[in-house]
DNA sequence: TTCGATGGATGTACTCTACAACTACTTATT
DNA sequence: AATAAGTAGTTGTAGAGTACATCCATCGAA
């Protein structure tokens, strides 16, 4: 009997995976153009590079490509355009002239806050008919699910 | 007294959600990448495609289109390069000619079932050492989110 | 002082995506 | 039947995001 209750086990592992993988899939996939609607005038990347940047009170380029998995490139050629659009600004180590200090500006606070408020306004009204109890435990799931060693996604 | 547990309430709801947000982002900011990482040879829109065309046994694409909310022109493009890599095939309806049935060749049906497994491992993997129990309360959350009228992401 | 390492920028190229304009076909209206 | 309106799909164009390879400037160590 402890055989088929195994089975039994292990086809709902089976299926609760294949959920979970399906729909962390699907929002991934819309993640990008539901930012986009959100807050129209900072991307999803930019609005995380931001983010990270009033969070750590400023980091260099090096930085963020670490946090983010991103190459240096990328990263070289998105704080361009932010500081092209006045939301960052560089300021060179005295100490190390190979380095950049990276910092919103009092405009790329504002734009953050903006979006970030208009995000977070979205996932409330998403979120409104939870019960406490089960926000905590979701959070605790995502969470958990991201910490794991590297790397589904 | 109910005042300050309502206040109370509410700030865990605040941080429930602000994390619900924060890892959400993070895994979507990934998920591309990952995908790559997992099957180089079925980039992560493709494998959604295909895996759509094997769900409904074949459909066009414009329900392609509507399903996963991208633009008509963006499947008709997906679905030429799947078309020249194989995957698929197209057949137009005889009763009206504008529409093209799609359906998975059958190395269509093998790439897209060698990824999916690569796929379904690496969750597997990540979720290995999660109860059966909570694995179904974090699906159901999952598919909750996602069901909520439209859409933060 | 020279050489390897590090932070960053740039050249190039590819994918994903959208919008607009177009063709081909079908259905409804007159 | 003729024409208008709608639908399926393709193509031109453009822009974001990304990576890899290469290059420059600077630093630290042999």
Redesign the interface.
């Known amino acids: 009997m402890t055989g088929s209750a195994g089975a039994a086990?292990e086809q709902?592992?089976e299926?609760?995976?294949?959920?979970?993988?399906r729909?962390?899939?699907?929002?991934?996939?819309?993640?990008?153009?539901?930012?986009a609607r959100?807050h129209p005038e900072l991307s999803?990347?930019s609005f995380?590079l931001l983010a990270h940047l009033e969070d750590q009170g400023g980091c260099r380029a090096t930085d963020l490509a670490a946090y983010?998995?991103l190459d240096k490139s990328t990263v070289s050629r998105q704080v361009a355009a932010l500081e092209r659009a006045g939301h960052v600004e560089r300021r060179t180590d005295p100490d190390d002239h190979r380095m950049q200090l990276l910092h919103l500006t009092e405009q790329g606070e504002q734009v953050l806050a903006q979006a970030a408020d208009r995000?977070?306004q979205?996932?409330?009204?998403?979120?409104a008919d939870?019960e406490?109890a089960?926000?905590?435990?979701?959070?605790a799931?995502?969470?958990?699910?991201?910490d794991?060693?590297d790397?589904?996604?």
């Open positions: 086990d709902g592992r299926d609760a995976v294949a959920t979970i993988q729909e962390l899939t699907a929002f991934a996939r819309r993640a990008r153009a539901a930012a959100m999803l990347v995380t983010y998995l995000r977070s979205a996932f409330h009204a998403r979120l939870w406490p089960e926000l905590d435990r979701f959070a799931y995502l969470t958990r699910y991201n794991e060693a790397s589904p996604a």
